[in-house]
């Protein structure tokens, strides 16, 4: 399972498929032992929460703040001195 998810980002085998993990399709792949492979979902949610308001100031920050942006901000305060 590790080779194949390595290799082509897929640890599927003949009895478990993996799906990729997602923010609408939290799954997340548990391989507790030889005998215990299982998917979970929402595994990760008590983590995910506190930062639930980050993402959308960084989503903003992205959209907005480009490296043109910035450097249109550098160029004229260049101008300015």
């Not at 399972?1 to 799906?19: H, L, V, Y």
């Not at 595994?43 to 703040?65: A, E, N, S, T």
Request: charged share 20%; with cysteine.
């Amino acid at each position: 399972m590790w080779t194949n998810f390595a290799r082509c980002g897929d640890p599927s085998t003949d009895q478990i498929e993996w799906k990729a993990y997602s923010a609408g399709d939290q799954n997340v792949l548990v391989i507790a032992g030889p005998g215990d492979i299982h998917i979970e979902q929402d595994l990760l949610i008590d983590q995910y929460k506190p930062v639930l308001p980050l993402v959308g100031y960084y989503q903003f920050m992205d959209k907005f703040f480009t490296p043109q942006y910035l450097m249109d901000i550098v160029a004229a305060r260049e101008q300015k001195s």
